[in-house]
């Protein structure tokens, strides 16, 4: 299956990717990701990409659109991905159109007070990348990753002025994508307010898996 998971910064997009590519076994692939792991690697990209992101603006479209392009060419992904954060453009959804065809867009729908509260209590293990809460899913023990034992950290778009601009960001360019593929017939809207486990429950509901 072939799946876009669409929503405001912090909604948990991420979080149900990783359940969901358990049930469905298919990739996520997350544009974010896919970035912070190049500016901690100090490559070419990575060096372009983060001061933009740090200050919470989009990277350009040319060089994104490249990416998951080429990302979509691998085996891996020919049976089903979660395109987790892309497209966040018209021009970026556009432009994928032309080189993969999406079955669903899973539009994650969620108040800004718990975007708020999400994103200001996320850790991030540095190593892996999956994400923990400070009041909604714990470490184990305090700043170690339960999965792999790396470093827990707070990300640098997670300060409060980022996180301000992101959500600027995401009315202004990301949000029209909710009308764009809602008059193409392939929008799901999902309640993303509940506890992960149960918005679980309301996306195998609503996809019918
Ligand atoms: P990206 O990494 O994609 O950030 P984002 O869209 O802002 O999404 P987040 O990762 O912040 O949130 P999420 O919805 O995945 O929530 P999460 O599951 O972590 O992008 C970062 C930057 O990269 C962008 O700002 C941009 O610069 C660049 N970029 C990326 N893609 C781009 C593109 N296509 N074009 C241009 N630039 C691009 O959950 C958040 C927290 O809540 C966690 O702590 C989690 O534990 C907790 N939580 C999750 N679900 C629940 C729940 N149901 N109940 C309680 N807590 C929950």
Redesign the pocket.
């Known amino acids: 299956m072939k799946l876009i998971f669409l929503?405001p910064?912090?909604?948990?997009?991420?979080?149900l990717a990783v359940k969901v590519v358990e049930l469905l076994n298919i990739q996520q692939i997350?544009?974010?990701?896919i970035?912070r792991s190049a500016v901690s690697a100090g490559s070419p990209l990575g060096l372009k990409v983060k001061a933009?992101?740090d200050s919470?603006?989009?990277?350009d479209d040319e060089t994104?659109i490249e990416l998951v392009k080429e990302r979509l060419a691998q085996d891996d992904v020919q049976k089903g991905y979660i395109l987790?954060?892309?497209?966040?453009t018209i021009p970026?959804a556009e432009a994928l159109a032309k080189f993969s065809t999406v079955e669903k867009v899973i539009n994650f729908d969620i108040p800004d007070s718990l975007v708020l509260q999400?994103?200001g209590?996320?850790r991030v293990c540095r190593k892996c990348g999956y994400?923990?809460?400070v009041i909604?899913?714990k470490p184990a023990e305090e700043g170690v990753c339960d999965h792999c034992g790396g470093e827990i950290y707070i990300r640098d778009?997670d300060r409060q002025e980022a996180i301000q601009k992101?959500l600027e960001v995401y009315r202004a360019q990301t949000a029209p994508l909710v009308n764009y593929y809602r008059e193409k017939k392939l929008l799901l809207d999902i309640d993303?307010s509940?506890?992960?486990d149960e918005?679980l429950v309301i996306f195998k509901k609503a996809l019918g898996v």
């Open positions: 929503g910064p912090g909604a948990g997009k991420g979080t997350s544009t974010g990701a970035f933009i992101m919470g603006k989009l990277v994104t987790d954060g892309f497209p966040r970026q999400r994103l209590g996320r994400n923990f809460h909604f899913n778009d992101r993303a509940p506890l992960v918005v």
